[in-house]
DNA sequence: CGCGACGTTGATTTGCCTCAACGATTGTGG
DNA sequence: CCACAATCGTTGAGGCAAATCAACGTCGCG
């Protein structure tokens, strides 16, 4: 269970037995039902989240009540409210489970002291948040300056997994586009 | 010149003056004129840039031939071509000073070195790039989720003191809208 | 001076949204 | 296990916001 995310780190930095076992101590496994939530808008967040099994959206609701999502996330990828967690200040995002999900959380608090012993770690989470970076980039370039039927073709090479679990209306939303041109997308590329 | 590259650094962390010393052993001052480059596209990147004074501009040039505007950078930002720089493949992006800058370019080849002797620098650049990637999810959700006047508006709000410094057409080709629409939203807003 | 970059306005086109409807599929409670 | 509700995917009609295309005045610069 922790190992999956043992050898995610072990893909950026090297850890020695010891390192591995302090590492599992700060980390604590968590289950997420469908349709629940790890975060809610409004509260307090203090951890950040690694997906072992299972699928999660990120989204918000503006003034006029609309879901916008931000973010998917699946088996080896990292989801929270980056902003509220960083910033300590209340969400803005819900997080919910769109599969029945096992994820690990990881205390901020604890991570903070984590890099102070083990500096390997800010080492890890500087290649991670940079790569994150980088792929926000592209996606910043994706969505200001692509058609929007390219842009969908763009998400499946992005997340060739997600397809089949979540919904065409959960693309269109991530999208910024409606259901409805989604559908006349798939339409006339034949899908 | 680098001491405000240093002031921005100890706004994160703590350094000691040989720390300080070291770290301006693999910085180098660079003065790039109006019109000319940083980089340019196909070119192998190996430095991150600070500016310690001008505007730049970071854009691509797509299959069409448009040119498409990533970001701008002015005092204390840092710019280069993140993708091309961490994954060590020829640059995609253009950098292009709009104005005659002076900025500091650090190797990452001497900053992976002094990663090691001073992990205290990884810390820096993991809490820099957490900050770039939160504010990129901003980006994201507003240039999905917002009308254009709202997003110009927010461009102001981002870049306060980039205003008079680039042409509308730049803000518009950013925003990635024509300058015509921009047009009509400025006259819309009485600006 | 003359050229090019920039800002502005108008006319036309177009891609996408909105609204509406309906069949298919999934989920749920009796 | 079935009946009904909710969700999802799809299609059509109509409208709107922004792109496109075109023109023109202003400004700065070689």
Redesign the interface.
Same mark, same amino acid.
């Given at each position: 269970m922790k190992d999956l995310l043992l050898a995610h780190i072990n893909r950026h930095i090297s850890l020695t037995n010891v390192e591995e076992e302090e590492f599992k101590g700060i980390i604590a496994e968590k289950k997420v039902f469908r349709k629940s939530f790890l975060i809610e808008s409004g509260v307090m967040v203090n951890e950040l989240y690694y997906v072992v099994e299972g699928c999660l959206k990120a989204y918000?609701v503006?003034d006029l009540g609309?879901k916008?999502i931000?973010q998917f996330a699946i088996e080896d990828w990292w989801i929270t409210d980056?902003?509220a967690l960083?910033?300590n200040i209340p969400a803005e995002l819900y997080i919910e489970a769109i599969e029945n999900c096992t994820v690990l959380a990881i205390s901020t608090v604890a991570l903070e002291e984590l =890099?102070i012993r083990i500096?390997k770690f800010? *080492?890890f989470?500087?290649i991670l =948040?940079?790569?994150?970076?980088?792929a926000? *980039?592209?996606?910043?370039?994706s969505?200001?300056?692509r058609t929007n039927s390219i842009r969908y073709l763009e998400f499946f090479e992005r997340y060739p997994n997600i397809e089949r679990r979540v919904t065409n209306y959960h693309i269109a939303n991530y999208?910024?586009i409606t259901a409805e041109s989604l559908c006349r997308i798939r339409r006339d590329l034949g899908m």
């Amino acid at each position: 269970m922790k190992d999956l995310l043992l050898a995610h780190i072990n893909r950026h930095i090297s850890l020695t037995n010891v390192e591995e076992e302090e590492f599992k101590g700060i980390i604590a496994e968590k289950k997420v039902f469908r349709k629940s939530f790890l975060i809610e808008s409004g509260v307090m967040v203090n951890e950040l989240y690694y997906v072992v099994e299972g699928c999660l959206k990120a989204y918000y609701v503006d003034d006029l009540g609309n879901k916008h999502i931000l973010q998917f996330a699946i088996e080896d990828w990292w989801i929270t409210d980056f902003n509220a967690l960083h910033n300590n200040i209340p969400a803005e995002l819900y997080i919910e489970a769109i599969e029945n999900c096992t994820v690990l959380a990881i205390s901020t608090v604890a991570l903070e002291e984590l =890099y102070i012993r083990i500096p390997k770690f800010e *080492r890890f989470f500087r290649i991670l =948040y940079t790569n994150a970076f980088i792929a926000l *980039r592209k996606r910043v370039m994706s969505s200001l300056h692509r058609t929007n039927s390219i842009r969908y073709l763009e998400f499946f090479e992005r997340y060739p997994n997600i397809e089949r679990r979540v919904t065409n209306y959960h693309i269109a939303n991530y999208l910024g586009i409606t259901a409805e041109s989604l559908c006349r997308i798939r339409r006339d590329l034949g899908m």
